[in-house]
């Protein structure tokens, strides 16, 4: 990277007049700041580098520019070749630079900052509950707070309470007690299974304590983009949509290998979609008289087995069902990126999210019974 640098700081230095003093706007990554790149800057003494500070790259208003040019010229376009794409960007810098202006402030500090504190304000989970059940009486009811005896718990006991659930493993026991309590009214289990896996995106940057990504999360490719976080591998029942059980692994491990634990035993027909294909042993394994109706590929030396395709075609309507659990857990409850370190603490966050979102796939259902 260090070369990277140097190579273009070359290029500045040559494109423009000697005489003139160099001020160069640079954020805090590691190569601006190597061995080489400080001796170069040593002998060239007209560049002079200010450094935006840790986690204000938005500072510089260079990434006002870059959000320009992926939004006109890069965004939503398909290239062929890295060459195309290089031609594109080059087009786009010639038609700016022919008519261009300087970027300016016209927010204040103040404005800035206010705005950032509305901001943690929304986003803060905790203070939204808090807020919620001195709001909502039968919210204060269902918690069984009585205001008139005790406050409403604040965010360090909420964490010390988190903690004790993870400490002894209680967070699987409200999923399974959802799981029995909506059998118990009727939606109960049948001899189908659809088996899936989703990626949990976790931060990959090492701008940490310890200079570190977090060591129980790991990446792994997706057609041709990498990712970095953890899999929910889950189970749901095919008649339901009830989700009967769920694994959390690092994201470089295979769909297949949780398999086993995905069943309940009494399964006659496992759907999932092609990265479950010839897994007939580990399926019957856990269930014996199930057979396998996961997606096979219908690709071969070139060919199209048109049979083969209509089969997936029909066996995708039903394995597309799976797709609402995890568009319950990612886009309602927000979870796409983990929250905390570590894999037993975002499980326990997993399946209090998996348990909530049969409840919500199930609302119609349950209310039934109680409505005049």
């Known amino acids: 990277m260090a070369q990277f640098v140097l190579d273009f700081l070359r290029q500045i230095d040559k494109q423009t007049p000697a005489e003139l003093d160099l001020h160069l706007i640079v954020d805090n990554y590691t190569p601006h700041k190597y061995a080489k790149v400080k001796t170069w800057l040593a002998r060239h003494p007209r560049f002079h580098l200010h450094f935006t500070p840790t986690y204000s790259s938005w500072l510089n208003q260079v990434e006002r520019w870059f959000a320009l040019i992926t939004r006109r010229a890069i965004r939503r376009n398909s290239f062929i070749s890295v060459r195309e794409l290089e031609q594109q960007i080059e087009l786009f810098i010639k038609r700016y630079n022919a008519d261009v202006s300087p970027f300016q402030w016209v927010a204040t500090a103040d404005s800035i900052l206010q705005k950032i504190e509305r901001a943690a304000k929304r986003i803060s989970a905790t203070a939204i509950w808090v807020n919620t059940l001195y709001d909502s009486a039968s919210l204060r009811r269902f918690a069984r707070i009585d205001l008139g005896c005790e406050a409403v718990p604040d965010a360090t006991t909420t964490l010390k309470f988190r903690r004790l659930l993870e400490q002894h493993k209680l967070a699987e026991r409200p999923f399974a007690e959802v799981g029995r309590v909506l059998q118990g009214n009727g939606m109960t289990l049948k001899t189908g299974t659809i088996v899936d896996a989703t990626i949990i995106a976790a931060p990959s940057s090492t701008k940490n304590a310890d200079r ?10 997706k057609g041709q983009q990498w990712y970095f976080g953890m899999k929910l591998h889950i189970g749901v029942d095919r008649q339901s949509g009830l989700t009967h059980s769920a694994v959390v692994t690092p994201a470089n491990i295979h769909d297949k290998h949780p398999l086993p634990h995905l069943l309940h035993g009494q399964e006659r027909r496992v759907y999932g979609d092609s990265a479950y294909a010839s897994q007939k042993e580990l399926i ?64 326990s966050r997993a399946l209090t999210a998996l348990a909530l979102a049969d409840i919500y796939l199930t609302r119609h259902r349950l209310m039934a019974p109680v409505r005049p």
């Not at 570190?212 to 490719?221: F, G």
């Not at 199930?290 to 995708?316: C, I, L, M, P, Y």
């Not at 609402?324 to 990612?330: L, P, T």
């Open 284 to 347: 019957q394994g856990k269930a014996p008289k199930a057979k396998d109706f996961t997606n096979e590929r219908v690709r071969r030396a070139g060919q199209v087995d048109e049979a083969k395709r209509a089969k997936k075609r029909n066996k995708s309507k039903i394995r597309a069902w799976v797709e609402h659990v995890f568009a319950v857990v990612k886009r309602l409850w927000g979870f796409t990126k983990v929250r905390y370190r570590g894999l037993a603490k975002n499980a």
């Open 212 to 221: 570190q990504r977090d060591p129980e999360m790991h990446q792994t490719r």
